[in-house]
């Protein structure tokens, strides 16, 4: 940048102040630049280096670039860390500017070439093969607050698809959490709104203009079609298609007609549980050791998306469950339909995304083949499986969507050559027979060029130079070259040669006939090119027109997939099918954990399967035993099995029958959340209120180590109360591992509670953990003994065995920790003894009549009624 007044400066700021809190990627030439803070970012970002070009008052101006043709590289890894980049492209050639320059009578010399934001690119808003993982969905989300109430939209641009839900706003993080969106937009000046969220106009955000938009993106009348919306969800429908515009500078990408999801379709988990069961992640970030990836054995990126859909949002209705679950059973007992099914599968292109981005007009030939490819595939499939006997529900309904596009792939078959390229500038793409034109004008050219090797041959006769060549550049054209030594004969002026240039050891020449013939390629390649491209717009548009049927292929091979690798991972692991129950029991025979399984099976160790049964007169179990003896792992086996089932999917038991689950929560482990500033324990309480004051009789709840984050009276008490909370109030099924024998003393006087332990025994010294679930209170807590086994110095060891003798020595005297709980009332008894009060006094109240009474008596009545709540 030159000093402060440019014309080009001026246009960068322009176009800054345009851009926002995006990075301006600013184009010159085959260079995106970034300039000022944006440009540290980057570099720092992408560890490239960070320079100055000009100065601006008086500073000079740190810049730095990345080249427009590995620009996709870059922009993954800004977007990655949190960026959003606004993209500024040259919009006319330097030609155009010193025209228009002229036009305007300013000097031609500094006409400066325009330029304009053609798109911001943002996490939420990829169509980008490069940009996005092929086994992730990439959700943008929309919320907002109408009156109360939050709507939500959730979007994948990648595929277009769009669901529309609402929920009250303590729901909010919740369904943000299932939703998993890597981009969320809100209204600004929202109070509520998540915190990360990139905020937009309110005026987006509102309910008729929301239906008005989606209205026109889908060419309707009215949205009846697509079902019923509520004005929340119309109005976050409303915000998200605003920002689809914004980013997109007027074009909109694929979006379909967009679905209404119920609240209760689904077993609802909060954010808390999502991360402590480790659904689509382990609790340190990557896929590797979560559930999705001990289950996942898809074999499209389409269908991997679709399992993380299903595990993210398993199912609460038990006719959709046993729906996934039959085609899976289907697909399990027939060995050889299943291995046919995922080799046509391994090979389908994933035409979802091939479809968002010729719709997002950022396709290539190559995706219109992709099309081609896949559709034709899923007339295979279709054809194999209807040839098939007794075809479970499930599979009759996708059956349909794998045919009907047979006009469309003869069309694209005849048009396309077998593997089209993903760049369209150099064509070569539309096939030969496809449009008798263009074969005329490639059959030109290749005439030409024909003619122009006929002529090297001839010119190498004429001139007696057998090193004489006829060649091409980017420049120059077409060209004759000779060694420099033979150079003489062709530069007579009588030889019918012209001079061009001269190099080092050659020199470069023209001819009449030569010219005429490259003229003669040019012409009608450019015109083959410009013929390709029309091609490639019309068949975009053939395809683009049957958008919503080619979306529901794709989104049937996807089904068709997960239950296939649901399918084959059940046959691996010897997993079983789940039966499902409306009762609120869970009977899981010789259950495993499907991660801690494969984890120790890697090692050559084998799993210990355990046996869970809940009832209705034996909903919680409490879990004792030693540390590292299995209990977490025992919770989340099960809570796991719960999830997988109602996903529609086999699970790692011997036998399971599944009592639907209305909510499930997990609070496992105790994890930090210093980045929001609270302690592990706050973290932990927090938890545990969401549970008591939300489960319900047909929730199911793992809690573990209750209390653990404080003091150990404190932490018993808690432990106490809420177990006692959760059997009596509550009333869910429940798993609560504890490390506090007290807590043994609650089967006395809860009649649905019993006790079961993690077995574990020393032998010769050393302990031995048998992660075997057994009957009854753990016996004692082995605390030294892990020590020991975790490798904490024998001394230490030795001196805490002597304080822990005199600490049981003390208890023994006392009555221990748990000396006073003899004469606690029961929770209900506590509980209905401070209602009962309350109850009196309001009786009292309501007798009263207040006119009735001198100033006297009032008086007198209010220091009774003090009196009679204890607070004399
Ligand atoms: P706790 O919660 O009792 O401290 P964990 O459930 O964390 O114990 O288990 C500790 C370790 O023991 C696990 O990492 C795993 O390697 C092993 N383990 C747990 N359950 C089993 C089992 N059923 N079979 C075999 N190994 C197990």
Not at 62 to 75: F, I
Not at 241 to 252: F, I, P, W
Request: aromatic share 4%.
């Amino acid at each position: 940048m030159a000093n402060a007044a440019t014309p080009m400066m001026q246009q960068y700021f322009d176009l800054k102040s345009e851009a926002g809190d995006c990075l301006l990627f600013y184009r010159m030439g085959d260079f995106f630049e970034l300039f000022f803070d944006d440009a540290k970012t980057a570099a720092s970002v992408l560890d490239i280096a960070l320079t100055t070009r000009g100065e601006h008052g008086g500073d000079p101006v740190p810049m730095c670039g990345v080249p427009v043709h590995s620009a996709e590289n870059y922009l993954a890894r800004l977007i990655r860390a949190g960026c959003r980049v606004a993209i500024a492209e040259q919009v006319e050639t330097p030609d155009e500017a010193k025209e228009r320059a002229k036009r305007e009578g300013a000097p031609v010399s500094k006409a400066l070439v325009k330029r304009d934001i053609v798109r911001f690119v943002t996490a939420g808003t990829l169509t980008e093969e490069a940009l996005l993982e092929p086994r992730r969905a990439n959700m943008l989300a929309a919320v907002c607050d109408v009156r109360g109430t939050c709507g939500v939209a959730a979007c994948d641009i990648s595929t277009g698809s769009m669901t529309l839900e609402e929920c009250v706003p303590e729901r909010l993080p919740a369904v943000l959490a299932r939703i998993g969106a890597s981009e969320v937009v809100a209204p600004e000046g929202w109070d509520d709104a998540p915190f990360d969220a990139v905020m937009r106009p309110r005026g987006d955000f509102a309910s008729d203009p929301g239906e008005a938009r989606l209205k026109k993106v889908h060419g309707v009348a009215t949205l009846d079609g697509f079902g019923q919306f509520s004005r929340a969800m119309l109005a976050a429908a409303g915000g998200m298609v605003a920002y689809l515009e914004h980013a997109g500078r007027g074009t909109l990408p694929l979006l379909l007609p967009p679905t209404a999801r119920a609240s209760g379709e689904h077993m609802a988990m909060d954010e808390a549980t999502r991360a402590s069961l480790e659904i689509l992640a382990s609790q340190q970030g990557g896929r590797s050791g979560s559930l999705i990836a001990a289950i996942d054995r898809c074999v499209t990126g389409a269908g991997a998306r679709q399992l993380a859909e299903d595990l993210s949002a398993p199912l609460a209705d038990r006719q959709a469950i046993e729906g996934r679950l039959a085609l899976v059973d289907y697909i399990l007992q027939d060995p050889l339909l299943r291995s046919d099914l995922r080799d046509m599968l391994r090979s389908l292109p994933d035409i979802g995304r091939a479809l968002g981005r010729l719709v997002a007009g950022r396709g290539s030939p190559r995706d219109l083949g992709q099309i081609r490819d896949g559709l034709s595939e899923a007339r295979r499939i279709h054809d194999l499986l209807q040839g098939k006997p007794d075809r479970p529900p499930l599979l009759d309904t996708l059956l349909p969507h794998f045919r009907g596009h047979g006009e469309l792939t003869d069309l694209l078959s005849r048009a396309l050559v077998p593997s089209p390229p993903t760049e369209r500038q150099s064509g070569g793409y539309v096939a030969e027979g496809y449009d008798a034109a263009l074969d005329d004008l490639r059959e030109v050219s290749g005439n030409a060029r024909r003619a122009i090797a006929a002529m090297e041959a001839r010119y190498r006769e004429e001139t007696g130079t057998p090193s004489l060549k006829i060649r091409h550049n980017g420049v120059l054209g077409y060209f004759i070259e000779v060694p420099s030594k033979h150079a003489d004969k062709l530069m007579a002026p009588e030889s019918g040669f012209t001079h061009r240039q001269t190099m080092a050891n050659a020199v470069r020449f023209n001819s009449l006939t030569l010219h005429e013939e490259a003229n003669r390629i040019a012409e009608a390649g450019g015109r083959a090119l410009a013929a390709e491209e029309a091609h490639f717009e019309e068949l975009s548009e053939r395809v683009a027109a049957r958008r919503e049927a080619i979306a529901a292929t794709a989104a049937a091979l996807a089904r068709l997939d997960v239950a296939a690798g649901q399918a084959e991972r059940a046959s691996d692991g010897e997993w079983c099918r789940p039966a499902i129950s409306d009762e609120p029991m869970l009977a899981i025979e010789a259950g495993r954990h499907p991660v801690v399984e494969a984890a120790l099976a890697a090692n050559g160790e084998r799993f210990v399967a355990n046996d869970c049964a809940l009832g209705e007169d034996d909903r919680l179990w409490l879990v004792g035993g030693p540390n590292m003896g299995g209990k977490s792992t025992f919770l989340r086996q099960n809570a796991l099995i719960v999830l997988m089932a109602q996903a529609g999917g086999f699970v790692p038991a011997r036998f399971a029958r599944i009592g639907l689950v209305d909510q499930l929560f997990s609070r496992v482990g105790a994890s930090d959340n210093l980045a929001r500033g609270r302690s592990t324990f706050m973290v932990e309480m927090v938890e545990t209120a969401a549970i008591l004051s939300q489960a319900t009789e047909r929730s199911f709840v793992i809690l573990d180590e209750v209390g653990r984050g404080t003091s150990t009276y404190d932490g018993l008490a808690l432990a106490w109360a809420v177990a006692e909370a959760i059997h009596e109030t509550n009333r869910s099924r429940c798993l609560f591992a504890t490390h506090y024998h007290e807590m043994a003393r609650l089967a006395e006087t809860c009649e649905a509670l019993s006790l079961h332990h993690v077995r574990a025994k020393e032998w010769k010294g050393d302990l031995v953990l048998l992660h075997e679930l057994a009957e009854g209170a753990a016996d004692r807590s082995y605390g030294l003994a892990v020590a020991k086994l975790a490798g904490v110095p024998a001394p230490v060891v030795k001196r805490a065995r002597s304080v822990l003798d005199k600490l049981e020595k003390g208890r023994a005297e006392t009555g221990g920790l748990a000396a006073g709980l003899g004469d606690l009332p029961l929770f209900a008894a506590s509980i209905a003894a401070e209602e009962e009060q309350c109850d009196t006094l309001r009786e009292k109240l309501r007798e009263t009549d207040v006119d009735a009474l001198s100033p006297r008596d009032a008086l007198d009545l209010l220091y009774r009624l003090k009196r009679e709540a204890g607070d004399s």
